[in-house]
Structure formats: structure tokens, C-alpha cells
T-cell receptor
Framework: GAGVSQSPSNKVTEKGKDVELRCDPI?????LYWYRQRLGQGLEFLIY????????KSGLPSDRFSAERTGESVSTLTIQRTQQEDSAVYLC???????????FGDGTRLSIL | AQSVTQLGSHVSVSEGALVLLRCNYS??????LFWYVQYPNQGLQLLLK??????LVKGINGFEAEFKKSETSFHLTKPSAHMSDAAEYFC????????????FGQGTELSVKP
């Protein structure tokens, strides 16, 4: 497809388990972003990848959160030892560069029991 | 530091009425500003963007926004609301020199009454 693809669309897991969320950006988009959206709130920046540069991890809330991206392709966001406050929608976006806007996926809705 | 503030977490209008969603920004450099719309269980869709060209920006679905430096505002308007406009709307500012990272407002939920 032509858009940003995220999987799974929904994830329910028990507190303490690890989860891995996947993002497939639009082909040719060099920049990739992860955001967290808690219920009824705006989006919080988590992490940003640009090509082969070191990622900007300044938004990651704790060391339980990590993300990887290989080149300009798929990215995975991993949350270890999940807590109930991690329950949120995790949105991925990609961008071509320059003044181009970010294009968002439909998100992964994560629920921690 | 840059930020955006959306005034009103919930706006309700009648079908056919004017839509006005307010966004004020704070930025020490000329800002790049965006409005996104989010329908239930979906990601964000770009409505329009301001990148220092024309101050009146036209977007999709009949929406437009005017950049007013003197008022540090970027309010979103639509002359006549449609039922399909009911959604969450987010204003965002691009963080200067940080790779296109966006800072979002808290969002405004728009309800449209028949």
C-alpha cells in the first residue's frame, strides 16, 4: 500500500510482559517518528530516525522503551516489562524530507491488563 | 522552546454553521504550523500546513487557516460544517532544527449537531 502501515492494530497483554510494535514507512521516506497518544490527550514525541544518523531518543519515557530501524525501512518499538501506564495508542509517522509533512499510520492500540 | 495551545477541548456546532477551532503558538523563530484531523480508530490526516508562504492556507475538505504573527495564532475555520467533520483536530508546530519533530496541542473534539 501507499501509506504508513502499523502492526498489530490492537495488542492486549499482561503487566510485566514485553511487547514489540512494528511500523512500515512509506517507501522513500527517510525520516520516521514514533509518538504516544494517551486517552483524550495529544501526541507525545518518543523517538525519531533520519537515515543512518543516530536516532533522537529524547522523548523515550524510560529505559524500558527502545526502538530500532534498519536503514530507511521497517522500525520496531519495544516496551519491556510493560506497566499499566503504558496503555495508549502508539502512532508511527514517516516523512520524505525538506518541508514535506509527516504521514501517519493508523496506530497500535496497546492495552495493559 | 516552541509550543502550541488549543483553546477548547470540545467544540460543538450545528450542521451548516461556521467552524472555528483555535490554536495559538509560541516560537522564537518563524514557525511551521500544521493542522491534522483524527477520525475514530484512525491515524492523523494532514488538513493543511503553513511554511512561511501565504498567510491564508487552504486545505482539504473546505478547511482553511490564517497565520497571524501579531496574534501568534493559526486558527482553523470552515464556513459550513458537515456531519462528516466530526472528529478530533490537532494543531502542531515543527520544532526548529530537530529533524521535523512535531509538538502537538491537546486536541479539540468537534461535534456536529444535525
Amino acid at each position: 500500500g501507499a501509506g504508513v502501515s502499523q502492526s498489530p492494530s490492537n495488542k492486549v497483554t499482561e503487566k510485566g510482559k514485553d511487547v514489540e510494535l512494528r511500523c512500515d514507512p512509506i517507501s522513500g521516506h527517510t525520516a520516521l517518528y514514533w509518538y504516544r497518544q494517551r486517552l483524550g490527550q495529544g501526541l507525545e514525541f518518543l523517538i525519531y530516525f533520519q537515515g543512518n544518523s543516530a536516532p533522537d531518543k529524547s522523548g523515550l519515557p524510560s529505559d524500558r522503551f527502545s526502538a530500532e530501524r534498519t536503514g530507511e525501512s521497517v522500525s520496531t518499538l519495544t516496551i519491556q516489562r510493560t506497566q499499566q501506564e503504558d496503555s495508549a495508542v502508539y502512532l508511527c509517522a514517516s516523512r520524505q524530507g525538506g518541508n514535506q509533512p509527516q504521514h501517519f499510520g493508523d496506530g497500535t492500540r496497546l492495552s495493559i491488563l | 522552546a516552541q509550543s502550541v495551545t488549543q483553546l477548547g477541548s470540545h467544540v460543538s456546532v450545528s450542521e451548516g454553521a461556521l467552524v472555528l477551532l483555535r490554536c495559538n503558538y509560541s516560537s522564537s523563530v518563524p514557525p511551521y504550523l500544521f493542522w491534522y484531523v483524527q477520525y475514530p480508530n484512525q491515524g492523523l490526516q494532514l488538513l493543511l500546513k503553513y511554511t512561511s508562504a501565504a498567510t491564508l492556507v487552504k486545505g482539504i475538505n473546505g478547511f482553511e487557516a490564517e497565520f497571524k504573527k501579531s496574534e501568534t495564532s493559526f486558527h482553523l475555520t470552515k464556513p459550513s460544517a458537515h456531519m462528516s467533520d466530526a472528529a478530533e483536530y490537532f494543531c502542531a508546530v515543527r520544532v526548529y532544527n530537530q529533524g521535523g519533530k512535531l509538538i502537538f496541542g491537546q486536541g479539540t473534539e468537534l461535534s456536529v449537531k444535525p
